[in-house]
């Protein structure tokens, strides 16, 4: 009998240990009566315990008392470490432990070290044993935990904080803002995040803002400048707007302050309680954001005037019905009854109505009032309701797409003494935006023919691009939001082509190519539109083509693209006059 290993029986042994080294672990094996059979030499890197404790044989018992000895204590919980341990009560457990069929464990062997222990009982009864020093990845975790915490801090001071506060990214895209800028345009963060100035503000504005904000980003230098901005509920915000630059190079940020100064300031300095000067505004405050909605703003009045006010009220804490077909005044009446501290909410059809009435009495919920627009369909069957429920009827004519038309064709009816508008609206000129002609017949000559492009976008960085490059060819254009305010200015200025973009708005470009050519068969003329559309696909161009446009773009537009078309289309035409 021969009880020398054998040269491969080394070999294997010799490849085990090397694998051990390339895997950084320490690997222990236990026989089914816990007594030694391998352990690797990577183990003494984890245990100051002496070498020939590792020899074939050793129990585990003996194994154990000489880590504790050595002054390792592990699989201790944290608020049990300050207590003394007893030798025989820890290697008690850690027996138990290396019993169990499957046990993991990250546990702590020192101040900055961690071990990952695996222990698996095999069906033989022996026992193998893992170890792998987790300590930079258990400090890796720590500081993303203690980051994570960090930011989540950062974010609820920056939420909290009185004055706005805005963070945009080096494209100049809303990555944070706060609550307090928010209330400016009575919007929430996720209307705003991902989006640019562009989106936020008028044209001038938006282009001063982000040429600010170039500045501050190029140099570095902070910037500062006094604005006066009018809030979407028509208050006036007084501010010191400031801008710093954030961030590693590659990675910079715009971070905007608005030190509100409001109450403090009278006229173009800002005064204490005594009237001493505490700031001076050397020329005063710039004009800037303009978030109130006139338009939006009548349209509140209008329909809150056909309420009770007292009833509006007492709707705190009770509970409101609006039915209503136009979205537009579900928008508004829901937001104000919430406003007031009513739960409210609304439906688009009597049957909606009657199906939510039966739910809420089903589950005994009760409702205070029920707001109906006179413009439901057979809204009579509901006026006298089974319930016993208030019940108030609006009539809200014209509120909608179409509602600042109507407000012009109203205010042009009356004098200005008699107008029941007040200051919504001002005298209507011919030389005014807003100078509707519905019979190209009766244009002033003037007005017809003075501008080259009409360009139909809804979206702000798309306008300003087409300005941008219509601008440098030295064409003259106007820019429309929507379908319906194209068709209008069309009717106003007689461009010499339209750019239309076929997904808008109110009215959508197919639409209101539709309308020009229906209105073009009373005056004999023809104008060039050319469809803008996001993707060429053989269904839009179909339909372009059957409402009458001539040719068609796709984006992103291009200055070669558009002087392409300029050219086939408006570079040669004479000059129209009307039939």
């Known amino acids: 009998m021969n009880d020398v290993a054998s040269p491969d029986a080394n070999i294997r042994l010799g490849m085990f240990e090397a694998a051990c080294d390339i895997l950084a672990a320490a690997v222990i094996v236990y ?24 020899k074939a044989g050793t129990r ?10 050595s002054g390792v204590r592990y699989g201790i919980p944290a608020d049990q470490r300050h207590k003394a341990v007893n030798r025989e009560e820890w290697i008690s457990t850690r027996i138990s432990a290396h019993w169990r069929e499957q046990h993991d464990a990250v546990e702590r062997l020192g101040r900055d070290r961690w071990i990952h222990f695996r222990k698996r009982r095999l069906p033989s009864g022996y026992n193998v044993t893992t170890l792998v020093d987790v300590s930079e990845q258990k400090k890796q975790e720590e500081q993303w935990r203690s980051d994570l915490e960090r930011i989540a801090l950062t974010e609820e001071i920056l939420e909290t904080l009185p004055s706005p506060v805005v963070i945009k990214d080096r494209n100049f895209t809303y990555i944070a803002a706060n609550r307090a800028f928010c209330a400016i345009y009575n919007a929430n963060a996720d209307g705003i995040l991902g989006r640019s100035v562009w989106d936020l503000a008028d044209a001038e504005n938006a282009e001063r803002i982000e040429r600010s904000d170039r500045t501050v980003l190029e140099t570095g230098e902070p910037y500062s400048v006094p604005e006066h901005v009018i809030r979407a509920d028509g208050s006036d915000l007084y501010a010191i707007t400031r801008k710093y630059r954030i961030g590693a190079p590659g990675h910079h940020a715009i971070v905007t302050v608005m030190e509100d100064v409001t109450a403090l300031v009278a006229g173009n300095r800002a005064m204490s309680d005594d009237g001493d000067v505490l700031l001076s505004v050397p020329g005063g405050f710039v004009e800037a954001q303009n978030c109130f909605d006139p338009v939006r703003d009548a349209e509140r009045r209008l329909l809150l005037e056909q309420l009770n006010g007292e009833e509006l009220r007492a709707l705190a804490g009770r509970r409101a019905l609006i039915a209503t077909p136009n979205p537009r005044i579900e928008e508004i009446l829901v937001g104000e009854f919430r406003a007031r501290g009513a739960d409210c909410c609304a439906v688009r059809s009597v049957h909606e109505h009657d199906a939510f009435l039966a739910l809420a009495a089903r589950q005994g919920i009760s409702i205070a009032l029920v707001v ?82 009409l360009v139909a976008e809804d979206n702000q960085i798309n306008q300003f691009v087409f300005s ?95 002087e392409a078309i300029y050219r086939r289309y408006a570079a040669k035409q004479p000059e129209k006059s009307v039939a």
């Open 60 to 69: 585990l018992r003996d194994v154990l008392g000489a880590i504790f000895d």
């Open 372 to 453: 109906i627009d006179d413009n439901l369909p057979d809204h009579e069957r509901i006026l006298s309701n089974e319930h016993g429920i208030a019940t108030r009827v609006i009539a809200p004519d014209g509120i909608g797409p179409d509602f600042m038309r109507t407000l012009a064709e109203e205010h042009e009816l009356l004098s200005q003494n008699a107008s029941p508008l007040g200051d919504i609206l001002t005298p209507v000129s011919l030389s005014d935006d807003w100078y509707i002609a519905t019979d190209i017949s009766v244009m002033l000559p003037g007005a017809v023919g003075d501008i080259e492009v």
């Open 468 to 562: 941008q490059i219509l601008e440098g060819m030295g064409i003259s254009h106007r820019i429309a939001e929507n379908g319906e305010e194209a068709v209008m200015l069309w009717r106003k200025h007689q461009p010499r082509l339209v750019l239309m973009d076929i997904s808008m708005p109110v009215m959508n470009g197919i639409d209101a190519a539709m309308e020009i050519r229906e209105a073009e068969k009373l005056t004999g003329t023809h104008t060039p539109i050319v469809a803008v559309t996001a993707q060429a696909l053989n269904v839009d161009m179909q339909n372009c083509m059957e409402a009458g446009m001539d040719d068609y773009i796709t984006k992103p537009v291009s200055p070669d693209m558009i």
């Open 31 to 54: 026989d089914k009566n816990d007594c030694l059979v391998f352990a690797s030499r990577q183990v003494l890197r984890y245990f100051p315990i002496p070498a020939d404790t590792l």
